[in-house]
């Protein structure tokens, strides 16, 4: 009889460590995965030399104690070791974006002027 609760125990357990596999969704791995996502966008933005208000404006979607927690944790690493900025070689999409909404509004604003 002990037999047979020790083969259900174990059967019971493979069922529960894959529900991974299943789809089943983890909210604490979740969060934990958005809060790993920010923490290395902030310390991407401090290892390019962007300060931390622009870290916030390129990325809303973060958590930004988060994104705070990687610039700061990546600031301190490179004044330990005199590790220099890295310029990014890519322009930001953000000002680019903004910059052509605000030449859609212009032109929208003459041709409705214009009317």
């Known amino acids: ?6 083969i259900l125990f174990s059967l ?15 909210p ?3 969060a ?3 809060e790993a996502d920010a923490r290395a966008t902030g310390s ?13 404006a390129l990325n809303p979607q ?5 994104v705070y927690a990687g610039w700061k944790e990546m600031n301190d690493y490179m004044r330990e070791n005199n590790i220099a900025e890295v310029k990014p070689s ?3 999409a953000a000002s680019a974006a903004s910059e052509e909404a605000a030449s859609a509004s212009a032109s929208a604003s003459a041709s409705a002027s214009a009317h």
Not at 1 to 6: D, G, I
Not at 12 to 26: E, K, M
Request: hydrophobic share 45%.
């Open 90 to 92: 890519v322009e930001v």
């Open 44 to 56: 991407a933005c401090r290892h390019a030399g962007r300060g931390i208000e622009d870290c916030y």
């Open 32 to 34: 934990a995965i958005l």
């Open 1 to 6: 009889m002990t037999t047979y609760f020790k």
């Open 62 to 66: 973060a958590a930004r104690a988060a």
């Open 28 to 30: 604490a791995k979740e």
């Open 12 to 26: 019971a357990c493979l069922s529960l460590a894959a529900c991974d596999r299943l789809g089943i969704p983890d």
